[in-house]
């Protein structure tokens, strides 16, 4: 993997210097939310080469996700992503908010639920969990509401499979128009709206329900904010170019394991 691999450098390095968005990821402790992700995302690897490679890709496939999927690279990127979002805005304001007691309680309860649905069934179990009481749902509701988080994370899901898409292009696998790929993603849209809106109420139940009723008014009216706004699109820049990254990678990686070259 030594051309992919320096590809990838070429386009994540950064020189280290830290800063208040340094500070900021810390806070929100990103290197703990990059481990979880990386499992979804090798989840996600190996069932892509289940589905377009032989033998699942074998060990020679597993080194390449185990490479690919580089915490270290992975943080530069959502880093590089996320700094450009802050121009203007006041990261102390941010930083009195998640370093305080109450914020450190969010970010240690959405970093707890998004590890829960790693586990087996935990998706199901979340989503029925906290129907009741009916003021509990309606909260978690407006807070979803507030970040906007399905119009989000379905934008988020079709770049990333467009990515996809340009990975399998450019490496050879397809041959298809932009037009053409565009349409096939859309058509599954409907699909995977009905998919992230099961996936956001098991997050919130999982990674919210359990806050104290203060908290969780606290971190919708904090959402409200110029400050939290800003850091909501940041965030979602951040992790959505990870994921377009990373899912234009993979298919460039299936590409070449298919026709067999050294990578």
């Known amino acids: 993997m030594k051309l992919f691999g320096a590809a990838l450098l070429s386009v994540w390095a950064l020189t280290a210097h ?4 340094d500070d900021l990821l810390e806070t929100l402790g990103s290197d703990a939310l990059i481990e979880v992700l990386r499992e979804e995302f ?6 892509v080469g289940e589905a377009m490679l032989p033998d699942a890709g074998g060990a020679a496939w597993r080194d390449i996700l185990k490479r690919l999927y580089d915490p270290s690279m992975m943080q530069l990127r959502v ?10 805005v006041n990261i102390t304001e941010l930083l009195t908010f998640y370093q305080s007691e ?30 009741e009481p009916a003021e509990r749902a309606e909260a978690l509701l407006e807070f979803a509401q507030v970040n906007d988080l399905l119009e989000r994370n379905v934008a988020g899901t079709l770049n990333s499979d467009l990515a996809f898409y340009r990975g399998l292009i450019e490496g050879g696998v397809f041959e298809m128009q932009e037009g053409d790929v565009l349409a096939e993603v859309q058509a599954r849209m409907p699909e995977i709206r009905v998919s992230l809106e099961a996936w956001i109420s098991a997050y919130l139940c999982a990674a919210l329900g359990d806050l104290p009723e203060g908290d969780l008014a606290a971190y919708i009216a904090f959402s409200k ?20 990254d990373l899912s234009y990678a993979i298919g460039l990686a299936v590409s070449v394991q298919m026709f067999g070259e050294d990578l």
Not at 18 to 21: K, Y
Not at 42 to 47: E, I, N, V
Not at 80 to 88: K, L, R, T, V
Request: net charge negative.
């Open 18 to 21: 830290a800063d208040p968005v």
């Open 225 to 244: 904010t110029d400050e939290g706004a800003a850091l909501n699109t940041a965030i979602f820049e951040g992790y959505g170019a990870l994921s377009e």
């Open 79 to 88: 880093r590089s992503a996320m700094e450009g979002s802050f121009a203007g």
């Open 42 to 47: 090798l989840d996600y690897g190996h069932t």
């Open 102 to 131: 109450r914020g450190q309680r969010i970010v240690e309860a959405e970093l707890a639920g998004r590890k829960y649905l790693l586990l087996e069934g935990a998706q199901e179990t979340a989503e029925a969990a906290c129907l």
